[in-house]
Nanobody
């Protein structure tokens, strides 16, 4: 049973930074890519970023490229999302996700079979 536990959300002002963490357990973490998604009120859950099993490859949504950085520490079974220059439109519940298979940097929701409980990020203007 794969478990994903996010932490690090909060309320910040526009322009600030936050770092989200996601601790994984239940399977060999270092074999799989990991991803972050977010869901704002009244909107569908959307892709934010993904990282390959080694960390060598990453992929980002256009809306966060240049501001967010995904990384991982396989020794700690943890994936991170560093969020800089936050904007009010980044306000959402952020979810960590683990894919079903071995796609290097999956972007689609259907490619992910395991989800965390989510952590709220609120950016005030």
């Amino acid at each position: 049973q794969v478990q994903l536990i996010e932490s690090g959300g909060g309320l910040v002002q526009a322009g600030a930074s936050l770092r989200l963490s996601c601790a994984a357990s239940g399977r060999t973490f270092s074999r799989y890519a990991m991803g972050w998604f977010r869901q704002a009120p009244g909107k569908e859950r959307e892709f934010v970023a993904s990282i390959s099993w080694s960390g060598a490859s990453t992929d980002y949504a256009d809306s966060v490229k240049g501001r967010f950085t995904i990384s991982r520490d396989n020794a700690k079974n943890t994936v991170y999302l560093q969020m800089n220059s936050l904007k009010p439109e980044d306000t959402a519940v952020y979810y960590c996700a683990a894919p079903w298979g071995l796609t290097p940097t999956p972007r689609q929701k259907y490619e992910y079979g395991y989800w965390g409980q989510g952590t709220q990020v609120t950016v005030s203007s």
